[in-house]
């Protein structure tokens, strides 16, 4: 089984295949239309009004501390080269007050850019030294080493709905085939403390609409493969 990923100057809107788009070409629905997970929970959670102001562009999600931080993590176990101080973040000063005058005037000298603490104790708040924390524990694990260093990272895929002939887009974080041939895709999750004992897990994934990424992510490679 294999699935061959093309360069972004390949792609054109309304083709299927795997191709090495941006984040930013893969999330706009001019560029790259589609039904995408993020789509079908709010269609699912909210309602089709709701899904139409994310497919017109009249809405875009506000992203919380926890989804920034979750992309600071992503980015730096699977392209580090992009995680770098002025070109993915900043760091802001230990010890540092953001409301105070100093603080303000630090914010307006570092526009554009998600504001990381170099170290924290919040629960929902990730620091440089969380993220890099993060994935030494990740790489301990032969299996997720595996799959981080061979796998294909950051693939945006696209995948025409059987049934209903509409274009399907996931962006999975590694891909590759396992020893079985069987293809494997991977998407890392973050969790608050405490959040990885068994019950808590499974809350998390049933309030986060994991289950809902699992099956749409399989089905539109199920359909490429």
């Given at each position: 089984?294999?699935?061959l ?90 010890g ?18 998600p ?6 104790d ?22 997720v ?8 990272k ?31 895709i ?40």
């Amino acid at each position: 089984m294999s699935l061959l990923t093309l360069p972004a100057s390949e792609f054109e809107p309304g083709a299927e295949g795997t191709f090495a788009l941006p984040a930013s070409i893969y999330h706009s629905q001019v560029m790259a239309p589609g039904i995408s997970r993020t789509l079908v929970v709010e269609l699912l959670q909210l309602s089709p009004a709701h899904a139409k102001t994310l497919l017109d562009g009249t809405y875009h999600k506000r992203e919380t501390p926890a989804m920034v931080g979750g992309t600071m993590v992503d980015l730096a176990l699977l392209e580090p080269d992009k995680f770098q101080e002025g070109l993915s973040h900043w760091v802001v000063p230990s010890g540092m007050n953001l409301a105070t005058k100093e603080g303000i005037a630090w914010k307006k000298d570092h526009p554009g850019l998600p504001r990381i603490r170099a170290t924290s104790d919040a629960e929902n708040t990730v620091s440089v030294e969380n993220i890099h924390g993060m994935i030494e524990s990740l790489m301990k694990s032969p299996k997720v080493r595996r799959i981080i260093e061979q796998g294909t990272k950051q693939e945006s895929a696209f995948a025409l709905d059987p049934e209903t002939g509409l274009m399907r887009k996931v962006r999975s974080d590694v891909r590759l085939v396992d020893n079985q041939s069987r293809l494997v895709i991977t998407d890392l999750k973050s969790t608050f403390r405490g959040g990885t004992s068994s019950e808590a897990w499974r809350k998390h994934c049933a309030r986060m609409a994991y289950h809902i990424q699992d099956s749409f992510y399989s089905h539109s490679y199920q359909s490429l493969t």
